[in-house]
């Protein structure tokens, strides 16, 4: 499978195969359990209607004698739904609905709003007794205060302890504050006689029956038994003003019940669904993997056959996909190999061709005055120096431009002021220039500085120059222009030479390269003076370009950062 990728991908697309086979059949069988889990949700909130309901009643009345009107609309609002409800001594208190018969061995629930069961009724109280009970109270607890913010309430239980004799007017109070703060005075009663079976100490209890904040009585480890008491206590209170608890059963509404689904009888059915799912899936498969790797077997015997050396054509690239972005990718790849093998061995002939013009003329030379056709005399001496110079000059170009790209190039930064620099360019190429009848002006701006190599600057600007007045005839002109433009310093170098054509600006920065390849050395130099002065360029992070046309003349553009 590490081989090849058909197999990789076949093996892939059978494994998605079988899990969503996997996946549908589970989902098929979940959402059949679903189905029959809300069938059985409707019912259990059915159960739980009539349950809420009984609830409430026993919560308000304190017998069963008036529930067969609550029973009879349970009935009508559930239809099919027999609802019994029986004391705990045997005793039915109603019975309606259905079609009779045997009780279920079970009772659903027991209906006893002091003892509100909390699977029935999510969110009920802690002491489990039934909000809408007040017995005694008059006011429900959702609706009373936490505490008696008029004081009445504590200086009705000093009056009552015995503490105090004086009025507390609770006759201002409303007749339902006056009832709550009587029952809350004998729940207090209760709960202080539970306490006192427990040895601990009686408490004051706020109007919501929680121990008052301003007691400090109660320890923590005793704030279970209080509660215990107080909800015991409560349902003492209370008891008197409710129904007595019941059982309630409920039976099935008439009709089939729901049957859970069965694929026993269908389970050849289902493995044949799944091998034809199977054969489609590898099939498919299969197809699209061969369409797949067919480009891939294509760039494998391409690249194959271009690390033997061998130059092939293009990969036919088929459609937009990622395939036929790495078919393009190679294709581009494979040219550029091109390009740069042609490029190299370009390169060698012109370095064997730059050097063997001065190599046979020193070679020449020495010959001659060896076999005593000249004499060795310092007119001879003077020439065998200057081709010396040319070999020499040469090599420096090489290794200049052969550090320059392999980044290695070493700079000494340091504040150079331009017009300066211009000026000395001027002042080394004037003579040159008034010898070739050529106007050579300067200008820049005195505050303009860089931060550059002083001894690199001035030989990019010395190769510029130079290149200028190499090809500009007598009675031109060549001008050098330092100016500030958006935050970087453009040294502009523009003659009035012949030009260079549209088609060969792109290569005006090419190693070795010339507009007229029949120009020699000594009017063409050596062809790597602008290929030096764009990578000396780009060492100090700039950048450089040229304009031409033809007849009119030629700008050089060097762009360096400013230093304010």
């Known amino acids: ?38 069938e059985q949700g409707r019912e259990l909130a059915s159960d739980n209607r009539i349950y809420t309901t009984l609830l409430g009643y026993a919560a308000d009345h304190r017998d069963w004698s008036e529930v067969d009107g609550y029973v ?7 239809p099919g739904r027999r609802i019994v409800l029986v004391t705990k001594d045997g005793r039915t208190v109603a019975d309606r609905g259905g079609d009779g018969g045997q009780l279920p061995a079970k009772a659903a629930a027991v209906v006893d709003p002091l003892e509100v069961d909390p699977v029935l009724v999510p969110g009920a109280p802690a002491d489990r007794i039934d909000k809408r009970v007040l017995g005694p109270f008059r ?3 959702d609706f009373r205060d936490r505490e008696d913010p008029t004081g009445t309430l504590y200086c009705l239980r000093l009056v009552k302890k015995g503490e105090a004799g004086f009025d507390c007017r609770e006759r201002d109070l409303p007749f339902d504050t006056r009832a709550d703060f009587a029952a809350l005075l004998d729940l207090e009663d209760l709960v202080t006689a539970c306490l006192a079976r ?88 299969a197809f699209a993997g061969a369409r797949i790797t067919r480009p891939l077997r294509a760039l494998t015997a391409a690249a194959t056959h271009l690390s033997g050396g061998g130059d092939i054509p293009p990969v036919p690239v088929r459609g937009q996909d990622e395939i036929a972005g790495l078919t393009r990718a190679f294709n581009t790849m494979a040219a550029n190999r091109a390009q740069l093998e042609q490029a190299r061995k370009a390169m060698v002939g012109d370095v064997a061709h730059e050097l063997r013009t ?74 040159r220039a008034a010898q070739a009848g050529v106007t050579l002006s300067v200008t820049a701006d005195p505050g303009l500085f860089v931060r550059a190599d002083a001894l690199r600057l001035r030989q990019v600007l010395d190769n510029l120059v130079g290149n200028a007045l190499r090809y500009v005839p007598a009675g031109g002109s060549v001008a050098v222009d330092g100016t500030r433009h958006d935050d970087a310093c453009v040294i502009t170098v523009r003659d009035t030479g012949a030009g260079i054509a549209e088609e060969d600006l ?18 063409g130099g050596s062809g790597l003076g602008l290929a030096i002065v764009r990578k000396l360029v780009e060492a100090h992070g700039g950048t450089v370009d040229v304009t031409s046309t033809t007849g009119i003349g030629t700008t050089f553009r060097v762009r360096l950062p400013e230093l304010t």
């Open 358 to 431: 001065p190599l046979s003329n020193i070679r020449g030379w020495l010959e001659a005055a060896e076999d005593g056709v000249h004499d060795l005399d310092p007119a001879l001496i003077t020439l065998l120096l200057k081709e010396a110079l040319v070999l020499q000059h040469v090599v420096d170009d090489l290794q200049d431009l052969a550090v320059a790209e392999a980044g290695s190039l070493r700079l000494t930064l340091e504040r150079v002021n331009v017009a300066a620099a211009l000026e000395q360019v001027q002042a080394a190429h004037e003579a």
């Open 198 to 285: 427990r040895q601990l100490p009686p408490v004051d209890l706020d109007p919501d029956f929680t121990p008052s904040r301003k007691q400090s009585g109660v320890q923590p480890p005793d704030e279970p038994a209080v509660a215990a008491c107080v909800a015991a206590s409560r349902k003492e209170q209370l008891t008197p003003y409710v129904a007595q608890p019941v059982l309630l059963y409920l039976t099935n509404p008439t009709g089939t019940p729901t049957a859970a689904i069965s694929l026993s009888g269908n389970g050849w059915r289902v493995v044949g669904a799944a091998a034809a799912v199977l054969l489609v899936a590898v099939g498919v498969a």
């Open 139 to 141: 006011t429900p607890i």
């Open 72 to 78: 009879d609309s349970l009935v009508r609002e559930h």
């Open 1 to 38: 499978m590490r081989r090849s990728v058909f197999t990789r991908l076949l093996v892939v697309v059978v494994l998605i195969a079988v899990c969503s086979i996997a996946a549908t059949a589970w989902l098929a069988t979940q959402l059949t359990r679903a189905s029959i889990a809300r």
């Open 506 to 523: 792109p290569h005006v920065f090419d190693r070795f390269w010339r507009a007229d390849k029949s120009r020699s050395r000594s009017t």
